[in-house]
């Protein structure tokens, strides 16, 4: 029997809309995993936003990852253990910075586990990404403290303007002669990322290293940032509820949202359909 891997998004796919992960898909995926399917949690969330969602359903086990930073970062949960990471350099968010500041967009960086905030940057912005993940912490960032920074990825802010944080990824990406990269992961956010690092090159890294043939892979997703792993992936599934452009990429669209369990109906349609 040919063993599958499940590539989930966490918001809006994963979680309901009250950030909960309902019984029917826990049982799913507790049920494909004791038959040796793998899950992997794909997300743009930084490695702190995942360790509950790793504990509730048990990934402390073998052949089980988290892609963190929308590809930036490979975490064995079993282990402990960083197994590949990318980066923006300091050259690079020095630039993200100061455009930042041109254009009054809020800004912020991450290490492994934290928030890194310039402290003109301390602002409701910041305090309104923080409230969607209770518990994580962020640090500030001495003046003209860039030099030493290294950032899985910047994540733009702006709680009343999707089209401005558009405008300003297409910008950062066209000064940036294409070595950064941007994409919306919420209207109210902006994913800026190393040229190259997306959700999709991600499952690239994890197949390799389960050893298994990406055709056998299957991902679920319901936004933009989630287009480079349905394309990748060997069936890509758009949510119901997911966005209309990724909905066109997909090769199934779920009867059901993520309010009522679409990762539950993808597990028992495509994965143990046979019993398997």
């Known amino acids: 029997m040919d063993k599958k891997v499940l590539f989930l998004d966490i918001d809006g796919t994963l979680l309901d809309d009250q950030k909960k992960i309902s019984n029917e898909n826990k049982s799913a995926i507790d049920l494909m995993l004791s038959k040796g399917h793998k899950v992997i949690i794909n997300t743009g969330r930084p490695l702190y ?11 402390e086990r073998e052949g089980c990852y988290v892609l963190a930073f929308n590809g930036g970062l490979l975490y064995e949960p ?29 800004i912020h960086m991450f290490d492994e586990w934290d928030v890194l905030c310039e402290s003109h940057w301390d602002d409701d912005d910041l305090r309104y990404y923080i409230g969607r993940l ?10 003209n403290g860039l030099d030493d920074i290294y950032s899985y990825k910047i994540s733009g802010v702006d709680q009343s303007s999707k089209e401005r944080l558009k405008e300003f990824g ?42 298994i043939d990406k055709r056998h892979s299957i991902a679920v997703g319901d936004e933009e940032n989630d287009i480079p792993m349905l394309e990748q992936a ?13 909905k066109d990429v997909a090769d199934m669209v779920t009867e059901n949202d993520n309010n ?17």
């Open 134 to 143: 209770p518990g994580l912490k962020y640090k500030i960032i001495p003046e």
């Open 260 to 276: 009522n369990s679409a990762v539950a109906e993808v597990i028992y349609k495509l994965i143990l359909k046979d019993g398997n």
């Open 78 to 106: 079993l282990t402990k253990k960083i197994l590949f990471k990318s980066t923006l350099s300091p050259e690079l968010i020095k630039m993200v910075s100061s455009e930042a500041v041109k254009e009054k967009v809020h």
């Open 234 to 246: 060997g069936i890509g599934v758009a949510t119901k509820n997911a966005t209309q452009k990724l």
């Open 49 to 59: 936003g995942v360790t509950g969602i790793i504990k509730e359903l048990s990934l």
């Open 170 to 211: 297409d910008k950062l990406k066209r000064i940036s002669d294409g070595r950064i990269d941007a994409f919306l992961s919420h209207s109210t956010l902006l994913e800026i990322v190393i040229s190259g690092q997306n959700k999709g090159t991600g499952i690239d890294k994890v197949m390799e290293v389960l050893g």
